[in-house]
């Protein structure tokens, strides 16, 4: 199966990547000292960039892809590409871990091949290895592959700024029913600092809010639904994670054939800096984007919401970021193998997912409210996380936590209900 899956793609020049089949006659790469580890898998990364900080979303891109592969119903084999693969360590753990029948394996730095050859090697090697490696421009790549006709199951695109250019030729390059794993560390349009950027990159006018880490997020996903959409495709998030270490945005998504129906999941968050309360609007409401405060009666008078403190940005992604179903496995599977209740450069899996799980629920919307900002409009000390949380859930609201924003919940409890549920927790109602 492996030659199969080697066979039947086609490869740059012998100069830039020699055929599997075919190897360079060259004296053999000698694998590397190992210096590092990630669930068992050692591997060097030489003088290419590395965090262990990251793992936790190796991990994650593990843990999919492996029921992805397990879920296919073809006898077709199991491609991987890591279009921007450093040191190779998702390459290796692709092969190693999830049992792909074939990994290509690409970074632009020519320099980095001893590196990544060696790791590889590590492996398995040849005439019988299942990889390859290249040094192209990652959508140069991708490109390449969607003329030759040739699809993978899984393509990872680690990515550095915010750059989404790779994207469409990624999607294109992607088996119907494929996984794409996005990636931004393009923390300051998230912010709202580079407006500029995040609209030329994905299509979304980017301003200040008190969630910006969310945001970067959805606006990564609405970059990828509105690229498949130009292709005829749609797309659904199976998770997405930030990592405050970056920060790094990573979006997991899954290339459905058609496009959707409507634009129920794509649209704009308006924050309201007056009252703090979030909405979401859709295209059809532009022009009509206002917050109730601003009809709210006091006494005979009405009160007036300066304009200036409604925030609108847009459009991306305003549904789930996460499928229930699909972490749920993944929960099971890191469970299986011994992950899920081992912490890993201090993160628990298990203590992740959970979080993830629960922000799944249809119910909550976009955003997070920090427990300052409660406490601070409530003129309250900060109730405690988990107390807050019952107390919402009790009067029947959707309320978690967040694994996004430390000490910030989220909630589909207006603000003012927030507000009181807290004054009731420190007895002040």
């Known amino acids: 199966m492996a030659t199969s899956a080697a066979a039947a793609l086609s490869f740059p020049t012998p100069r ?101 050859v060696g790791n590889l090697s590590r492996f398995e090697r040849a005439p019988d290895r299942r990889w390859a490696v290249s040094h192209l421009d990652a959508t140069r790549l991708l490109s390449e592959r969607y003329l030759r006709r040739e699809y993978f199951d899984v393509i990872d695109v680690d990515s550095f700024g915010g750059d989404a250019a790779y994207i ?20 300051r349009s998230a912010r709202g600092y580079g407006s500029r950027s995040s609209l030329s990159s994905y299509g979304a006018y980017i301003r200040p809010v008190p969630y910006p880490n969310e945001v970067g997020l959805r606006m990564l996903i609405g970059g990828a639904a509105r690229e498949a959409a130009i292709l005829g495709f749609h797309i659904t998030p199976l998770f997405s994670y930030y990592a405050y270490h970056g920060p790094i945005f990573r979006v997991m998504v899954q290339l459905h054939n058609g496009k959707q129906d409507g634009i129920s999941n794509y649209g ?108 601070s409009r409530a003129k309250v000390n900060s109730p405690p996380l988990g107390t807050l949380i019952n107390s919402l859930r009790k009067e029947g609201y959707a309320a978690c936590r967040s694994h996004i924003g430390a000490n910030a919940i989220k909630t589909n409890c207006p603000i003012e209900c927030c507000l009181e549920v807290a004054q009731e927790i420190r007895n002040l109602r």
Not at 78 to 101: E, I, K, S, T
Not at 313 to 329: E, I, R
Request: aromatic content about 8%.
């Open 268 to 375: 704009f968050i308006c924050h309201c800096k007056s009252c703090g309360q979030s909405r979401t609007f859709g295209f059809h409401e532009l022009g009509q984007i206002t917050c109730d405060c601003a009809d709210k009666i006091v006494g005979t008078r009405v009160s007036v919401v300066d304009p200036d403190s409604i925030t609108v940005v847009g459009p991306l992604w305003t549904g789930p970021l996460h499928d229930t179903t699909f972490l749920t496995k993944m929960l099971s599977l890191a469970t299986e193998w011994g992950w899920a209740n081992t912490i890993e450069n201090g993160i628990s899996l298990e203590k992740l997912l959970d979080t993830m799980i629960e922000e799944s629920d249809s119910r909550l919307p976009p955003g997070y409210i920090r427990l300052d900002e409660i406490a």
């Open 16 to 116: 830039a990547l020699p055929s599997p089949l075919q190897p360079r006659r060259r004296r053999r790469a000698e694998p590397p000292a190992c210096t590092h580890s990630e669930r068992g898998v050692t591997f060097d990364p030489g003088s290419a960039f590395y965090r262990s900080d990251s793992a936790a979303g190796r991990d994650l891109a593990v843990l999919a892809a492996t029921l992805h592969r397990r879920a296919a119903d073809t006898p077709a084999p199991f491609l991987c590409l890591d279009a921007m693969c450093g040191c190779g360590v998702r390459a290796l753990r692709y092969l190693a871990q999830v049992g792909a029948d074939f990994v290509w394996a690409n970074d632009a730095s020519e320099a980095l091949r001893p590196v990544i």
């Open 168 to 187: 469409r030729a990624a999607l294109l390059a992607l088996r119907i029913g494929g996984l794409l794993y996005l990636t931004s560390t393009d923390w």
